[in-house]
């Protein structure tokens, strides 16, 4: 993830600022969880196909069409960034779910095509989109919220577009929507009621955090789903506070209802996700008890030698 990356960090303001005012009504007014049933915290990375983790977290020999079922043994989630670019076919995504384990409890991510998203913004897209929702339905249990990204030019001059694309969108498949532009943030005023419009319809808003653009990190919950996009920096002490102060806030917001998370995690160096990822639900688990199992190095085969 590019988008808000910056050269130099040493005048950023890492810190989380608070809560929007808004985020704890709607943890408040969220229905509870069924006796018995924890929250959800689900963390991944962007994609499954990572060569460099052969010998780590990949056992060696691994072969490329077994990636995405070992992947699924070190995270619990991931941003499906290939359906930006095509949206798979049936058996494809059929072949994603074995992959993984129907009954795992993995959660998939899946990004709306861009052909919706960037190409068309949202114009003219029900073909489209019905093309999309009909395909990721196939993974069934295992799909989490949908995750449409508008692209930097698409201002709240595209309110009413945006408006009518949520509306039509099917009320069976979760939708978690990323604002870029800047002038989303710039007035409180608009800011305050777009968030509510997404708040109206049930559709999760995404925090991002970005060294570059902080006004992206709004801390406003629209729905009790957190989907939180974080760009690390190679492991810099920064990431690891990050990890800890994020770890915090969501303990916060699971004691206020919330009923799940998801965190994705975007490092330039894919060797540096796993670290990070174990350190952050490390601190999550010693804050709430939630019991994710964090990434770790697998035994790897060694053969014998003769001498």
């Known amino acids: 993830m590019d988008f808000g990356r910056l050269p130099d960090l040493r005048y950023v303001d890492f810190r989380l600022p608070p809560d929007h005012p808004d985020t704890a009504a709607v943890l408040a007014r969220a229905a509870p969880l069924a006796p018995g049933t924890a929250p959800g915290l689900f963390v991944g990375c962007p994609i499954w196909t990572n060569k460099e983790w052969l010998g780590s977290y990949f056992p060696l020999g691994a072969k490329e069409p077994d990636y995405l079922h070992h992947y699924a043994q070190q995270f619990n989630a991931l941003e499906l960034n290939t359906t930006h670019y095509r949206i798979p076919d049936a058996p494809?995504?059929?072949?994603?779910?074995?992959?993984?384990?129907?009954?795992?409890?993995?959660?998939?991510?899946?990004?709306?095509?861009?052909?919706?998203?960037?190409?068309?913004?949202?114009?003219?897209?029900?073909?489209?989109?019905?093309?999309?929702?009909?395909?990721?339905?196939?993974?069934?249990?295992?799909?989490?919220?949908c995750f449409l990204q508008l692209p930097?030019?698409?201002?709240?001059?595209?309110?009413p577009r945006l408006e009518r694309f949520l509306l039509d969108w099917p009320a069976d498949v979760p939708l978690a929507v990323e604002l870029r532009h800047p002038r989303w943030f710039a007035e409180r005023e608009l800011r305050d009621s777009t968030f509510a419009l997404l708040e109206a319809l049930g559709k999760t808003l995404v925090v991002t955090d970005v060294a570059g653009r902080r006004d992206v990190l709004h801390q406003r919950l629209t729905t009790p789903v957190a989907f939180v996009r974080l760009n690390g920096h190679g492991l810099i002490a920064s990431d690891?506070?990050?990890?800890?102060?994020?770890?915090?806030?969501?303990?916060?917001?699971?004691?206020?209802?919330?009923?799940?998370?998801?965190v994705f995690i975007h490092q330039r160096d894919v060797r540096h996700a796993p670290i990070w990822a174990q350190h952050f639900l490390g601190r999550v688990h010693a804050l709430t008890g939630l019991p994710?199992?964090?990434?770790?190095?697998?035994?790897?085969?060694?053969?014998?030698?003769?001498?």
């Open 292 to 307: 994710v199992r964090p990434p770790r190095p697998i035994p790897q085969q060694v053969q014998g030698s003769l001498f």
């Open 92 to 145: 494809t995504v059929r072949r994603w779910r074995a992959a993984v384990g129907a009954d795992s409890g993995f959660r998939f991510c899946p990004k709306l095509p861009r052909a919706i998203s960037h190409e068309r913004e949202l114009y003219n897209t029900d073909s489209l989109t019905l093309s999309f929702t009909r395909a990721v339905r196939e993974l069934a249990h295992n799909l989490g919220p």
């Open 152 to 159: 930097p030019q698409f201002g709240p001059e595209h309110l």
């Open 240 to 262: 690891f506070a990050r990890a800890d102060t994020w770890a915090e806030r969501l303990a916060g917001w699971y004691a206020q209802g919330l009923h799940a998370a998801y």
